[in-house]
C-alpha cells in the first residue's frame, strides 16, 4: 500500500530534550516535506527537500533541522524542543513539484513539550 | 496581507443544501492550486485540483478566476459525511501554501 508513515504518532517530551520524528515513504516520491498545523494558523512549511541532500527552508524552519540521505526517509530533529513546538506535525511526499503532482500526508504527530 | 485567505467558518448547513466556499491568493504569479478535504485531526487529502476552466467531480465543482486571484469550491446536495474542513492550496515555484481552511458541517 503506497502510504506515508510518522513515528511516534503521539509524544509528550521536556523542554531541551533532543528528539526526532520519523517520516518515511515508499512511493518513490523526490519531494518531501515537514508542516506544523496550529489553530487559526493553518499548515505552514517548515522544511522541504527536492531530493536526496536537497533541503531548503520553509517558512517556519527556527528551531527545527531535517535531513535527507535516503530518498524514502526525511527525518524532522527538534534539537532543544521548547514549548512553542508543541503542535500537530505533518509530513508529506509528492512525485516532485511540477503544477498538479498531488501531496500525500503522513497521519501526523501530536507533540506536546512541556 | 497572508498569501492565501480563507473565510475559517464554521458553515452550518442542512442536509441537501449548496455551499460555496472562495479562497483567495495574493502570489499573482502562482502556478496551480487545489482543494484538499481534513477531517478532524487526520491528516489532509486531496479533494479536488483547480484548473482554469473550472471542473467537477460528482457533487463538487471547482472554478479558479486568475484575474481575481480566487478559487472557490462549490458543493451541491451536501451529505453529513462532508462535514470537514476545507483547505485551498496554492502552489508557485517550489512553494506551496496552505489556506487556513474553512469548516464545514452539514445538520441533518
Known amino acids: 500500500e503506497a502510504q506515508v508513515t510518522q513515528n511516534p504518532r503521539y509524544l509528550i517530551t521536556v523542554t531541551g530534550k533532543k528528539l526526532t520524528v520519523t517520516c518515511s515513504q515508499n512511493m518513490n516520491h523526490e519531494y518531501m516535506s515537514w508542516y506544523r498545523q496550529d489553530p487559526g494558523l493553518g499548515l505552514r512549511q517548515i522544511y522541504y527537500s527536492m531530493n536526496v541532500e536537497v533541503t531548503d527552508k520553509g517558512d517556519v524552519p527556527e528551531g527545527y533541522k531535517v535531513s535527507r540521505k535516503e530518498k524514502r526517509n526525511f527525518p524532522l530533529i527538534l534539537e532543544s524542543p521548547s514549548p512553542n513546538q508543541t503542535s500537530l506535525y505533518f509530513c508529506?511526499?509528492?512525485?516532485?513539484?511540477?503544477?498538479?503532482?498531488?501531496?500525500?500526508f503522513g497521519p501526523g504527530t501530536r507533540l506536546t513539550v512541556l | 496581507r497572508k498569501e492565501v485567505e480563507q473565510d475559517p467558518g464554521p458553515f452550518n448547513v442542512p442536509e441537501g443544501a449548496t455551499v460555496a466556499f472562495n479562497c483567495t491568493y495574493s502570489n499573482s504569479a502562482s502556478q496551480s492550486f487545489f482543494w484538499y478535504r481534513q477531517d478532524c485531526r487526520k491528516e489532509p487529502k486531496l479533494l479536488m485540483s483547480?484548473?482554469?476552466s473550472g471542473n467537477e467531480d460528482g457533487r463538487f465543482t471547482a472554478q479558479l478566476n486568475r484575474a481575481s486571484q480566487y478559487i472557490s469550491l462549490l458543493i451541491r446536495d451536501s451529505k453529513l459525511s462532508d462535514s470537514a474542513t476545507y483547505l485551498c492550496v496554492v502552489k508557485g515555484y517550489q512553494k506551496v501554501t496552505f489556506g487556513i481552511g474553512t469548516k464545514l458541517q452539514v445538520i441533518p
Open positions: 508529506a511526499s509528492s512525485s516532485g513539484l511540477a503544477d498538479y503532482n498531488e501531496q500525500f
Open positions: 483547480v484548473y482554469s
